[in-house]
């Protein structure tokens, strides 16, 4: 799983790593024009459009499930019950990628940016094998080029 996959960067990578069938989940419609050219390199994704709240989580799911620079998306009235429903799509086993924003990234004051803090993230992984738990502070560009200070926590963990 690659949610909230964007330009579906990471798609060849996963590919690479032995997947045979990559789901990809992304609000924005154009990702699904980006899906098609994948398809059509022999990478096998299927692109479903859902917002973060609305994407129909099954249990047991995923045997990888990667949230690279989308967590922090969810809107914070949604993200408890989100995060609660990609860790219940994670097979036993499996393990779960993600990034999520600390209380001093730039972006922190943005009502619709989840942030989180190193404790309330040790707390969410707790009964899960924690392989990475990486914490940034620093000065890089946004997708669009800009400047900005990013707090970043990256989170590495098998169920």
Known sequence: MDFGCGAMNDIGVIA???FKQIDAVDSEPS???IAYEKVRAGIPVTFTKSSFKTFPFEADTYDFFNAQN???FIKPEDFHVVM???KNS???DGVFVGTFFGPEDEWSQEPSITINT???LEKMFKNW???KFHEEKAMHPT???KEKHWHVFTVIASR
Request: hydrophobic share 40%.
């Open 70 to 72: 989308s967590i922090p």
């Open 129 to 131: 094998t924690v392989i």
């Open 31 to 33: 990702v699904s024009d």
């Open 90 to 92: 994670i097979k036993q």
């Open 84 to 86: 609660r429903r990609i």
């Open 118 to 120: 190193r404790a309330a």
């Open 16 to 18: 690479e790593a032995g």
């Open 143 to 145: 997708a669009s080029g």
